[in-house]
């Protein structure tokens, strides 16, 4: 039964899921249930020069370490929160004369971490790591392959100096990250630019339909004196109303996918096999790949399977085209595929919903608002169909298609979408993270506009001109390839 009590969750043992939390009393929709600071965190290999390794944040200009010639800072005071990490990793990267990988970066970090502090790092940690399961044995061939590669490259690079540990307990902490490293965002939550290890969200188990969302919070690090720093940490937040003793879930793969898949990832990624109420029942599947109804009308199933199939192809050839950054190429492959098959599937086929999705997105960055504005707004209605309301990824999508709206000058659709990925984000993400304060100015941005358009259209549009011309409102990046999204909470190896 109980084993720990923290003063909002208690540990218990799970039904054919081992351990697992659930809630100690009630909590509401958007209440943080609990925040931890992370064990140990490291940023991405590919990302190594453009993110600062102590505040995580994507800058422009960054100081590099003098002495390792790797790990780079925002400044003087982002060097100076980050050293207590970096600085048995400096002087062995030094020795070593080269950067070993990010899962080994990760476990030397990890166990220079728990050498200092003992196995229980702070008075809130519910698990120690030897608790954690770390799936070894459910690896496949060429997964332990890599493994042993890893560590026989960890051994070479950790330093004689160093706490000596062997070769099963530096196995156990690679199989802990392989199956429970969290991803962890830059300062906006818009790219994935890091992984770390934060013990007690390894407890907080998976269902596809969770009542629960985890994201980062940065903290606070623009004080000068580092004392006044607050911690990199994550929030577990409630997405709506928990009774006392309910379970904690969070999901761990994307919704989105149909149930067989999100099944196949769970035991693949995860060594699973998931028995929630979605996966079961299948509920939603036949919506992800329905046909459209007209006037009662719906297309055979014939029909529906040769335009999913024909979909299905042309998304391949369109995420080539933009991996190619041929964006031209990608909008005609997109509108030849939407053509065909619009009339016959649902608003709700995840096919037609991605094909809408990157449509969207290329045609924004191409300057065709209007048309962006329009796919932008059937992929929110599609989402909002599939997804539940208080989701992340459906705040995200709407707030998108506020700003492509506002951008196209409808400042009706613009407003309302902005109010409703506010209402979703207040939830999800809470009043204190940058993109929900981005969004906030926005509300009370395009609440102001909303106003004068109605009061006189033509005197809006004439001042909106002006305004765009000296400072238009960017938020609309270079399309980036599908696999750069942050799809799922939880990190695993290439």
């Known amino acids: 039964m109980c084993t720990l009590i923290m003063e909002n969750v208690v540990i218990f043992d799970s039904p054919g899921k081992g351990r697992g939390l659930k809630a100690a009393k009630e909590f509401w929709a958007g209440d943080v249930i609990f925040s931890e600071a992370s064990l140990a965190a490291v940023v991405f290999d590919s990302l190594a020069e453009r993110v600062c390794h102590s505040c995580f944040r994507r800058q422009e200009k960054l100081q590099r370490c003098g002495q390792c010639k790797f790990v780079h800072y925002c400044d003087r005071t982002c060097q100076r929160a980050g050293w207590a990490e970096h600085k048995q990793e400096c002087s062995a990267i030094k020795a070593y004369g080269k950067v070993p990988n990010e899962n080994i970066r990760l476990v030397a970090r990890i166990l220079w971490r728990l050498d200092k502090d003992g196995s229980t790092v702070s008075d809130m940690q519910l698990t120690t790591l030897d608790e954690l399961e770390d799936h070894i044995t459910d690896m496949q061939e060429d997964e332990l392959k890599e493994l042993k590669v890893d560590i026989h490259n960890f051994l070479d690079f950790w330093p004689r ?213 329009e796919y932008a707004r059937k992929m929110v209605e599609g989402y909002t169909k599939l997804y539940p309301p208080n989701n992340a990824t459906l705040g995200m999508a709407a707030m998108r298609a506020g700003v492509i709206h506002w951008q196209a000058g409808d400042i009706e659709v613009a407003h309302g979408m902005v109010c409703k990925a506010y209402a979703i984000l207040m939830v999800t993400h809470g009043p204190t993270h940058p993109i929900t304060k981005d969004l906030e100015a926005m509300r009370v941005q395009t609440e102001m506009e909303l106003r004068m358009f109605k009061q006189n259209e033509y005197v809006y549009h004439s001042m909106r001109e002006a305004a765009l011309k000296n400072k238009p409102m960017t938020m609309l990046h270079e399309p980036k390839s599908v696999e750069e999204g942050i799809k799922n909470l939880f990190h695993r190896r290439k």
């Open 161 to 373: 100096t160093s706490k000596q540990h062997t070769v099963d307990d530096i196995s156990h902490i690679f199989g802990v990250i392989n199956c429970n490293g969290f991803s962890v965002s830059d300062q906006r939550g818009l790219q994935a630019v890091g992984v770390g290890l934060f013990p007690n969200l390894c407890l907080v188990n998976h269902d596809c339909w969770p009542n629960c969302t985890v994201i980062l919070n940065h903290g606070n690090q623009s004080a000068v004196n580092t004392m006044f720093h607050s911690q990199r940490r994550i929030e577990l937040r409630s997405l709506g109303k928990i009774a006392e003793g309910e379970e904690l879930t969070v999901a761990y793969v994307d919704y989105m996918n149909l149930s067989e898949e999100r099944q196949r990832l769970l035991k693949t990624q995860y060594f699973f096999d998931c028995t929630c109420e979605h996966c079961k029942n299948k509920i939603k599947d036949d919506i992800k790949l329905g046909g459209r109804e007209v006037d009662g009308v719906k297309p055979s199933e014939e029909q529906v399977k040769e335009a999913t199939d024909y979909c299905y192809q042309m998304l391949e050839k369109m995420d080539k085209a933009r991996l190619n950054g041929d964006y031209h190429e990608v909008v005609k492959i997109c509108r030849e595929c939407i053509e065909k098959t619009e009339p016959v599937l649902a608003e709700t086929h995840i096919y037609l919903l991605r094909m809408w999705s990157t449509m969207s997105e290329v045609q924004a960055y191409l300057q065709y608002l209007n048309d962006a504005a």
